[in-house]
């Protein structure tokens, strides 16, 4: 209830600091999150309520480009809501809580329009380098890292083993698993041989450090 409380309260500060002048006369933020609870249903699957987890929002063009980066708030709040409806029903989740906006340009300001459904799996998936370089697309069967040309990942370090660990889909995460690598593998700074993955995380594959983003 906390992280629920708190987030309203960062998004309230957000429309009051003058986020809600884009939304006079139109769509009002705040009327996103309540938006995608009312969608949240189960579906059957194997004879047992399977909730819906994966969301999408639909705008005009004109409120998605006033959302902005507030989107990532609105999101948050709108799944700490979800997150605590499934819990009180007892429904299973098939795979990871997400929302994604979308633009069209046959809705009218003002309008909104929410689908849900059960995705399956941990859904997108990146690592960006904290160093320069490309950002790399999780696959959704997973990946290897390593010095190994053959390995998805491939990190041009002396200090990385051939294959240095990999990223395992397991219900609604990826796992992270060392493959008895050399120099090891750490996690926010603690050494792992097994370990889900969250947002944010920093992967370091012996000296080589990536940050995990779920998408």
């Known amino acids: 209830m906390g992280l629920l409380a ?4 960062r998004l309230a500060r957000l429309i009051e600091g003058g986020f809600a002048r884009f939304f006079r006369g139109g769509l009002h933020p705040r009327a996103i999150p309540p938006a995608v609870v009312e969608s949240l249903h189960a579906e059957e699957r194997d004879g047992a309520p399977v909730a819906t987890n994966g969301f999408i929002v639909s705008l005009s063009l004109t409120d998605h480009r006033a959302l ?7 999101a948050a709040e709108a799944l700490a809501r979800v997150e605590q409806q499934i819990a ?8 990871r809580l997400r929302v994604r ?3 069209r ?12 459904g ?10 960006v380098p904290l160093a320069r370089g490309p950002a790399f697309r999780v ?9 190994d040309p053959g390995c998805d990942l491939v990190l041009d370090s002396s200090d990385v083993s051939r294959e240095h660990a990999r990223l395992e889909p397991r219900g609604p995460e990826f796992v992270l698993i060392d493959l008895q690598s050399t120099n090891g593998t750490r996690v926010n700074g ?20 990536y940050r995990f983003r779920e998408c």
């Open 190 to 209: 603690n050494p792992v041989t097994e370990l889900p993955l969250r947002d944010s995380d920093v992967i370091a594959f012996g000296p080589v450090q």
């Open 105 to 116: 340009d046959d809705l009218p300001a003002g309008e909104l329009r929410v689908s849900a």
């Open 6 to 9: 708190g987030l309203e309260r």
């Open 68 to 74: 902005g980066p507030q989107r990532d708030e609105l």
């Open 88 to 95: 009180q029903k007892g429904w299973a989740l098939a795979g």
């Open 118 to 127: 059960v995705a399956p799996g941990p859904g997108d998936a990146e690592l």
């Open 139 to 147: 696959p959704a069967r997973g990946c290897v890292v390593g010095r």
């Open 101 to 103: 906006f979308e633009a």
